[in-house]
Each structure stands twice: as structure tokens, then as C-alpha cells.
């Protein structure tokens, strides 16, 4: 049985070869925290060449920091933002950090943010629900 099968995880078939994970960013260091320990929990479980972390703003790497130390092997990447919902960031300013970054040797998918799966959704349902007293 393999880790994503105890885990419960459908596997999808593999369309990148990279996942970058795209946090906000934040100039207080605390913030990052978070994040970094997702980055180490997917490394330790898929490999640190399966993923890796990036900030879109205010702090690093930058998308273009990694993007720029990728493996040159790597032709299709997606990006997948951590972030609840689509506003003007998902938008307007990562796409156009994206287009600014493919070539034609390299090509960069935006992914729905994580707030969009349906996963996601039941979590933060349940975390209320605990506040609430109702789990």
C-alpha cells in the first residue's frame, strides 16, 4: 500500500513535473511558519523534487527564485496557491508573475487555490463546528 492509498488519497495522474505551493507572504518571519511546515511535511512524504515553496510577495524565495533554480528538466510545472479564495492576486498579479516566467522550454499552470477544495471546506466546517461545540 503506498502512502497516498493510507492516507486515503486519490491520486490523480501526474501532469507536472513540479508543484510549486505559492504562500502570500508576510515581512513578520512568524507568518511563514505555517507554511514551511506544510513544505517540510509534502518534502518528507514526496520528495523535495516533487515541490517546492514560494512567496508571492513581501518576503522569500519569490516565485521567481524558484523558478529560476528549477531543474532544467522540468517542462511543466503547476502552481498551486494556498490561499482560500481567488481575488485580485490570483487574478491579476500571479498570472502575470506566470506569464512573465514561461518560455516555450517551460510551461506554468496556475492551480485553483486549496480554499476551493471541497477537502478544505469540510476542515474548516469542522473547526467551526468544534468552536461551536458541536464535534
Known amino acids: 500500500m503506498t502512502h497516498q492509498e493510507t492516507l486515503g488519497i486519490k491520486m490523480l495522474r501526474k501532469e ?4 510549486i505551493l505559492l504562500a502570500h507572504g508576510s515581512p513578520d518571519i512568524r507568518w ?3 507554511f514551511e511546515t506544510l513544505y517540510q511535511q509534502v518534502t518528507e512524504a ?5 515541490v517546492s515553496l514560494a512567496y508571492m510577495e513581501l518576503t522569500t524565495p519569490s516565485l521567481e527564485d ?3 533554480q528549477l531543474d532544467p528538466t522540468h517542462k511543466h510545472i503547476a502552481v498551486l ?3 482560500l479564495a481567488v481575488g485580485r492576486h490570483l487574478r491579476r498579479d500571479v498570472p502575470a508573475q506566470i506569464t512573465a516566467l514561461q518560455t516555450d522550454q517551460l510551461q506554468i499552470t496556475l ?3 486549496i480554499g476551493d477544495d471541497d477537502l478544505v471546506k469540510q476542515a474548516m466546517q469542522t473547526v467551526v463546528a468544534t468552536h461551536l461545540g458541536k464535534v
Open 16 to 19: 507536472y513535473d513540479h508543484i
Open 46 to 50: 514526496y520528495g523535495a523534487e516533487q
Open 32 to 34: 511563514k511558519e505555517p
Open 111 to 113: 492551480l485553483p487555490p
Open 66 to 68: 524558484v523558478v529560476e
Open 81 to 83: 496557491p494556498l490561499f
